[in-house]
């Protein structure tokens, strides 16, 4: 967590910021799932997709309701 934070920090145009894995999962979506607040901020600010969905159609949005974060879902939210 700490090492995408400021990998985010000093390039804020990174390519990985809408890098999906193999089952789908954005950069967004992890933090979004994990609460990671202050990076999925960080990820919002340099033009991620926040809607990008997964492969099952789940999106950083579902997951953060799904467990709980609203900081995460505000943020989100906030990002129109």
Known sequence: HRDLH????RQRQMCIRDTAN???????FMAAGKGHADCLRLLL???CDK???MQDGAT??????Q???A???RLLEEAG
Do not use: M, V
Not at 60 to 65: D, K, Q, Y
């Open 6 to 9: 400021l990998s985010i920090r």
């Open 22 to 28: 193999e089952g789908g999962e954005t950069p967004a």
């Open 45 to 47: 600010e340099a033009g």
């Open 51 to 53: 809607d990008k969905a």
């Open 60 to 65: 950083p949005a579902f997951i953060a309701a």
């Open 67 to 69: 467990n709980g974060h």
């Open 71 to 73: 900081d995460c879902l």
